[in-house]
Nanobody
Framework: QVQLVESGGGLVQAGESLTLSCKPS????????MRWYRQAPGRQRELVAT???????NYSDSVKGRFTISRDNAKNTMYLQMNSLKPEDTAVYYC?????????????WGQGTQVTVSS
């Protein structure tokens, strides 16, 4: 079973930066949409950022202006550059990739990487 693998999480101080990466453990071809989600204790899973195959991006209001999502289509790798981190950004961050085959969408998930921002 091919899964996504996130990396780059850790413990940082408020105001610092961190970059997350996500790539498949195996080969996944033609990923159409990549997304970053996060889930903090006691909260619902939140969609953080989305990037389409053509590079169009969308961000949640809470991270817009601070986070940047990008992708390397040749390597099917996604990144999340996080600047000016706040304690409320503390969460487990998950990457999600979707691809369409014969009109059917398939989703792939990572195991999550912990981001902790100290005040």
């Amino acid at each position: 079973q091919v899964q996504l693998v996130e990396s780059g999480g850790g413990l940082v101080q408020a105001g610092e930066s961190l970059t997350l990466s996500c790539k498949p453990s195996g080969t996944i071809f033609s990923i159409n949409i990549m997304r970053w989600y996060r889930q903090a204790p006691g909260r619902q899973r939140e969609l953080v950022a989305t990037i389409g195959s053509g590079g169009a991006t969308n961000y949640s209001d809470s991270v817009k202006g601070r986070f940047t999502i990008s992708r390397d289509n040749a390597k099917n790798t996604m990144y999340l550059q996080m600047n000016s981190l706040k304690p409320e950004d503390t969460a487990v961050y998950y990457c999600n990739a979707r691809r369409q085959v014969l009109g059917i969408w398939y989703a792939y998930w990572g195991q999550g990487t912990q981001v902790t921002v100290s005040s």
